[in-house]
């Protein structure tokens, strides 16, 4: 291996340091420090409230950090001068509410950005479109319009519209806490097949059975801090915190 692969594998994917975060006067990240490897899936959870959003929200700046750094593969995503049009192409971001365009069918959701950002022809964008709808298993789904598609369905063109800017992380903010309970396996699939291609993903979710067999490490947020962090077999098994334990026998 050659000195700069080594040294580009060094360097996490995401790395947080001493992140703050106050709405008014309340603190609501009181300095997270994280880091994502490569290829890593690292789920995030915890009670509501306890900052699990902002965390993520701050990692594309879609909240501005009141201080601490923030790097996507050794690049500043905080700080002056740092060109977020640039940051967030290479983050992608899949919410709780889809945010779908509705007056788009599946096709055009996914190529507004290609077209729009990447500057992509038309031939090009829909070509790479109907990749990643196909990925998802909606390539019969690409001139149908949100409100044709069912809430799973839905999710999975938002990821499309995601993978196809093939972002370097992919940051999921509780992908099917909106959807019905038959739903979410098809998304949580995707979810499994994303992982497997070798994209690094940050997963806030509270799918306890999904994260104990895919994710690599799980982090336990409470109040603005991480309170543990450790492989799914401990962190399930074994919680060390009493804040984890008493919130794992809510949840699970
Ligand atoms: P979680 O995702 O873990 O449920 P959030 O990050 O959404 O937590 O919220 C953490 C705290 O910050 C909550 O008390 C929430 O009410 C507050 N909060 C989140 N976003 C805002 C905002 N834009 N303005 C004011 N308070 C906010
Ligand atoms: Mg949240």
Do not use: W
Not at 63 to 82: A, C, Q, R, W, Y
Not at 221 to 243: L, N, S, W, Y
Request: with cysteine.
């Amino acid at each position: 291996m050659t000195a700069d692969v080594e040294a580009a594998q060094a360097t996490p994917s995401l790395e947080v340091r001493g992140l703050h975060k106050s709405f008014g006067t309340v603190e609501v990240l009181k300095g997270v420090d994280l880091t994502v490897a490569h290829r890593e899936m690292v789920f995030v959870l915890g009670p509501s409230g306890s900052g699990k959003s902002t965390m993520l929200r701050c990692c594309n700046r879609l909240e501005e950090p009141d201080s601490g750094l923030i790097l996507l593969e050794g690049d500043p995503v905080t700080g002056k001068g740092v060109n977020l049009n640039a940051i967030r192409q290479r983050i992608g971001m899949v919410f709780q509410a889809f945010n779908l365009y509705p007056h788009l069918n599946a096709r055009k959701n996914v190529t507004l950005a290609l077209r729009k950002v990447r500057g992509m022809s038309r031939d090009e964008a829909d070509a790479r479109a109907m990749e990643a709808l196909t990925r998802v298993g909606l390539a019969d789904k690409s001139e149908n319009h949100p409100s044709e598609l069912s809430g799973g369905q839905q999710q999975r063109v938002a990821i499309a519209r995601a993978l196809a800017l093939e972002p370097q992380v992919m940051l999921f903010d509780e992908p099917t806490s909106a959807l019905d309970p038959e739903l979410v396996g098809d998304v949580l699939a995707v979810m499994r097949e994303v992982k497997a291609a070798g994209m690094t993903m940050l997963v806030v979710s509270h799918e306890m059975k999904f994260a104990r067999e895919a994710a690599d490490r799980v982090i336990f947020m409470d109040q603005g801090r991480i309170v543990e962090q450790g492989p799914p077999e401990r962190i399930f098994g074994a919680p060390e915190h009493d804040r984890t334990r008493a919130f794992l026998s809510r949840v699970t």
